[in-house]
């Protein structure tokens, strides 16, 4: 069914397709209105579930957390200042190797004050060991929760996908809601194989030894690499039963590109448009898209570069100190390339300015007229 | 913990099943929380020490006989005190300080009601140097006294004056306020235990003084029971009567026939009794004391209620005469006082305004201005000022309204207490003052016999509990509350005979009553300690009275002793 709806509303449809009984949430902007929708569906009753609202976003992973353990579907949306306040949470919920999918809206983050959109707050969890996937729109949105569930529930490992403030969460577009039946065939109910048993009860992740730790940890480290492989077969499933597929990384006119543009979110959608234009001129330019960031699919992006030798990324972000965060890792993943591509990076739309075509014609221009490596973030700001 | 190394298998999580108590958290604090036990406020206001604390909770626990059994380590007249004590524990009640007192007279009365066995299981302790010790006097304190002395295993011998024995609690007491029926039940009690009286033994007369120093100890007791005259023209005239004679007759059922009008001189309790009584004969009664009300020695519940009885009150004034009128009438000339300056006691002295009288005339005038000793017996060297004051070193001691010190019941009771804890420790050739320094119930005079006799079985005593103030109760956790009243008969059924006035307390008026009591530096079982306790670390037995704390997992936070409303645990730091 077609219907015209905000990315936020996307995501929330999505929740209550996935038949999600327990969710934990605190509202903030511009995650506001999942909450409100997931919350007059409870009292409605048209979501069969239960809502927490918490006082914190801190006591909302807990509680997600715990009643993950319990072995239920949980759900819980945040943004920036929020998705800072459950930071030991996050690094709880993984530990705890618990199924939780989160949507966090990438908003900036304080000080100063502002809520538009940034991709720092997400990106500065990404040691937490949870699952994370950029959304380029509230279609993708829609369907990386659904995607999600799966991957995270045969990985043990939590899930969050992010949308950006504004211009992919209160943008209206149309969108494709699956039917309630495909969903279900899609994805079968969650069977926690860690769950608190009241006939043995016990103490959940108790203190242990250091060696026991180092295991624990090895053994995470294993499942989140099957995440790849898993994410790709899940998103290869997706469309087979809904029609629609992503990958994890998706390349758009890359094959015979000279230079190649790397974005995340809503910043590619923009970029087809500046990448189809540039083409029109006859410059060889390419666009990589990269939806999965934990884990950095390595393998999938040293294979779609292959072969080239400028690339410049695109970074909504900046790590003080460290330059853009996609950048960053994938520097690092190209590291041992035969190619040593000169891999520049760019920073644009900090704060939630506006990136237009215009704005990323300019960087591809620029990329396309360096030869020298340059270390430093360029950041791109109108005069 | 059951590990398996492929991350696809089923414990991908460590899941304890063993338990967490093997961690010894306790060695983690440096504080840990102890039990201090503190005196109340009331128990060292009561003369007879009393562990009030204990007997509300018992009466709060539905365990009355138990209750009863708590007063009486300290004192043999819990349902005589309970009617007629001046309650000193009330004004120094901490409740009081927070909305109003509890209760406590009200309930003594109650308990030794409620208790199924007004006669419990107190025998006396063995003791292989019993001694023979004679009791001049069958009042309150040498009651008391014989009962302590008994208790302590001594073979006591009371000689009472009268045909019976009670002392003021017989003869001075007016049955509207102390029933005869509860005056004999509580006697009983005493002789319960294996003491001997003799009745209709004066000494002086039937038994010589000498005959007395046969004895290892002798406690004199012989109370207050000369009344003091007038000393004003006109004074034995027929229709005046001595206050103290007057009640006496009262307290023997004999007929006393009174006129219309009455009036009783005198400002004491024997005042009150005497004019309130004088209304249920039905005269009308005015009381004249030389002082005001204010100066009153009586204490405050029979004045008012002497007051709500219809006793009319004349004050400043002070009989100086009284002549017969033609009508068989008396006239009685008045001297107009006023306060100026204090006498030798520091309360307010009346002299007389000069030039300016008040004649009133009446059927009857009762004189109650004082009671003194009848000392006629008594050897000149344990004379002093009017009263009995013995020598320290002498087998000889005493007590009550003879010597030195209030007159009141509960004080009467106390001196016998503290003279047969002094007996025994003087037949055994034990110090006094130290002792009596270790059994202190507080600092106003009391002392417990229970303390005395661990002390005793023990060989040695333990130091006394300091007093709990009303700053260290934890008002937090008590909502306010009314105190209860006891229900009186109503007033013109109560003026028609001498049936006891006051009604004591229902059941549930009880149960109210006690739990309002803050329970001063006495654990209650709140278990307040026991829900705030983060740690699960307390363990309560309310019926074994015992109270452990799990060292090996109390972190020492400190939470129990700021939750504790009353006082009763404190933190010390480990050395």
New interface residues.
């Given amino acids: 069914m077609r219907e015209f709806m905000t990315g936020n509303h996307a995501v929330a449809h999505a929740v209550k397709l996935c038949r999600t009984p327990l969710i934990a949430a605190y509202p903030i902007t511009p995650q506001t209105p999942i909450y409100e929708k997931l919350s007059e569906w409870e009292a409605s009753g048209e979501l069969k579930g239960i809502m927490m609202r918490t006082e914190s976003e801190h006591s909302a992973m807990a509680s997600c957390i715990a009643a993950s353990l319990t072995g239920v579907r949980t759900f819980t949306a945040t943004s920036s200042q929020g998705l800072a306040l459950m930071h030991e949470m996050l690094h709880f919920a993984a ?3 618990t199924p939780v999918v989160m949507a966090n809206v990438n908003r900036l983050l304080a000080a100063p004050w502002g809520f538009w959109a940034d991709q720092l707050d997400s990106l500065s969890q990404r040691d937490t060991g949870w699952i994370q996937f950029y959304c380029e729109n509230g279609q993708e949105a829609l369907d990386t929760v659904i995607q999600s569930y799966k991957i995270a529930e045969q990985v ?1 490992l939590p899930a969050m996908l992010s949308l950006e403030a504004f211009f992919v969460s209160h943008f209206m577009e149309v969108v494709d809601l699956p039917e309630q039946e495909q969903v279900d065939r899609f994805l079968p109910p969650l069977d926690l ?2 769950k608190f048993d009241i006939d ?1 009860p ?7 030894s250091s060696e ?1 730790y180092r ?2 940890k090895h ?2 480290q ?2 989140m690499d ?1 995440a790849k492989e898993i994410a790709t077969r899940v998103d290869q499933e997706f469309k087979k039963e809904f029609g629609r597929g992503y990958g994890i990384v998706e390349p758009f006119m890359v094959d015979d590109a000279e230079t190649v543009m790397v974005t995340a979110g809503s910043i590619t959608s923009t970029a087809r448009v500046a990448v189809r234009a540039l083409r029109e001129e006859g410059h060889r330019i390419g666009l990589l898209k990269l939806r999965l960031f934990r884990p950095f699919p390595v393998e999938a992006l040293q294979q779609a570069l292959r072969g080239k030798k400028k690339i410049a990324v695109i970074d909504r972000n900046i790590s003080l100190g460290g330059g853009g965060i996609f950048c960053q890792e994938l520097r690092a993943a190209l590291v041992h390339s035969s190619d040593h591509p000169l891999i520049y990076s760019y920073i644009a739309g900090i704060g939630g300015t506006d990136v237009t075509p215009e704005v990323i014609q300019k960087i591809a221009m620029d990329a396309m007229n360096r030869f020298e490596p340059f270390d430093q973030p360029i950041w791109v700001m109108e005069d | ?1 059951e ?1 398996k ?1 492929d ?1 696809s298998s ?9 338990s ?1 108590e093997v ?1 010894e958290t306790g060695k983690w604090g440096f504080q840990k929380p102890e039990t201090a036990f503190m005196t109340a406020r009331c128990q060292e206001a009561c003369p007879a020490g009393i562990n009030i604390p204990q007997f509300l909770y018992l009466a709060n626990e539905g365990k009355p006989d138990e209750a009863l059994l708590t007063i009486l380590k300290e004192n043999p007249f819990p349902g005589i005190c309970g009617r007629v004590c001046f309650h000193p524990c009330e004004a120094d009640c901490n409740r009081a300080d927070y909305d109003e007192s509890v209760s406590i007279h009200a309930m003594e009365r109650y308990v030794s009601h409620a208790a199924s066995n007004h006669l419990p299981d107190l025998k006396p302790m063995w003791n292989k140097d019993s001694k023979k010790v004679a009791i001049v006097g069958a009042g309150p304190a040498g009651l008391s006294c014989a009962y302590f002395l008994a208790l302590t295993g001594h073979q006591v011998t009371i000689f009472e004056a009268k045909k019976e024995p009670g002392g003021v609690m017989r003869w001075g007491i007016p049955e509207y306020r102390l029933p005869k029926s509860v005056l004999k039940r509580e006697i009983q009690r005493i002789f319960h235990l294996p003491i001997e009286i003799k009745t209709g033994i004066q000494v002086g007369k039937a038994l010589s003084f000498d005959e007395l120093k046969r004895y290892d100890a002798v406690f004199l007791s012989p109370g207050a029971g000369l009344s003091v005259p007038l000393s004003i023209e006109g004074e034995d005239l027929k229709w005046i009567l001595r206050g103290g004679d007057f009640l006496e007759r009262i307290n023997s059922r004999d007929k006393a026939i009174l006129g219309k009008e009455t009036i009783v001189i005198g400002g004491g309790n024997t005042a009150m009794d005497v004019a309130r009584s004088v209304l249920r004969l039905g005269s009308k009664v005015t009381v004249a004391y030389r002082r005001t009300r204010g100066e009153m020695p009586a204490i405050q519940d029979e004045i008012v209620e002497a007051e709500e009885e219809g006793a009319r009150f004349e004050f400043l004034i002070q009989p100086i005469k009284i002549g017969l009128l033609k009508n068989k009438r008396l006239a009685v000339k008045f001297q107009r006082m006023k306060l100026s300056g204090l006498d030798q006691s520091n309360r307010p002295k009346a002299i007389p305004i000069k030039g300016k009288f008040l004649t009133l005339e009446t059927d009857h005038l009762i004189t109650a201005v004082g009671e003194r000793v009848d000392l006629s017996w008594i050897p000149q060297d344990l004379i002093k000022n009017g009263l009995i004051d013995v020598n320290p070193f002498h087998k000889i001691f005493s007590g009550g309204d003879a010597v030195d010190q209030p007159r009141t019941i509960v004080t009467a009771i106390s001196s016998g207490k503290r003279a047969a804890i002094s007996i025994d420790l003087r037949l055994r050739g034990e110090s006094l003052d130290k002792v009596f320094s270790k059994i202190k119930v507080g600092n106003k005079g009391s002392v417990s016999m229970e303390d005395y006799i661990l002390g005793r079985n023990e060989g040695e005593w333990s130091e006394p509990k300091s007093i709990i103030s009303y700053q260290q109760i934890n008002t937090l956790y008590f909502e306010h509350s009314k105190r209860m009243e006891m229900r009186k008969l109503d007033r013109n059924k109560a003026l028609r005979s001498f049936s006891e006035v006051n009604m004591g307390f229902t059941s549930d008026e009880a149960k109210i009553s006690a739990s309002r009591c803050f329970s001063c530096g006495t654990c209650n079982y709140c278990y307040n300690c026991y829900f705030f306790c983060p740690e699960g670390v307390i363990l309560l037995d309310p019926l074994h009275q015992t109270k452990t704390v799990d060292l090996e997992h109390c972190k020492g936070c400190g939470t129990c002793a700021k939750v504790c409303p009353r006082y009763v645990v404190l933190m010390k730091e480990l050395s």
């Fill in positions: 530990g705890c190797r043990y194989l860690h043995k016990g103490f959940f992740v108790p203190v242990v026991l295991k624990y053994m995470a294993g499942s099957s | 913990m590990i190394c991350f089923e414990f991908v999580i460590p899941i304890s099943y063993g967490t961690i």
